[in-house]
């Protein structure tokens, strides 16, 4: 998992998390096709399809002239496996801030009555 800073990284500009996103849905795709979604250069797709790469999120392999890009399976485990250990914290915090939210709103509805 020493590579999520990385990958996380990789995934906090839009244009990467959104080429991310299609692959996904889409599978395996050349980068022209990914580059015609996108109002930028080709030029500017490719540096962010190298970005993807480098970070281990993305694969790229080479079919005579063209470039196609996949996701890389094991780096969205990562991120899932991540996530879901972060999730029993997450769960807990929202649950206490839930309750003192409640506790402080029948504090104010008490308050309000007295006066």
Do not use: C, K
């Amino acid at each position: 998992m020493s590579n999520l800073p990385t990958i996380f990284a990789a995934l906090s500009d839009t244009t990467r998390f959104a080429i991310v996103q299609r692959l996904l849905a889409e599978g395996e795709l050349p980068a022209g096709v990914i580059a015609e979604a996108f109002p930028i250069s080709g030029a500017a797709v490719s540096r962010h399809l190298e970005v993807l790469t480098r970070s281990g999120l993305v694969h790229r392999r080479a079919n005579r002239q063209q470039r196609l890009y996949s996701v890389v399976p094991e780096s969205i485990e990562q991120i899932s496996i991540w996530t879901m250990s972060h999730r029993d914290f997450w769960e807990n915090s929202l649950r206490r801030l839930e309750r003192a939210l409640l506790q402080e709103g029948g504090a104010v509805r008490r308050m309000r009555t007295s006066l």
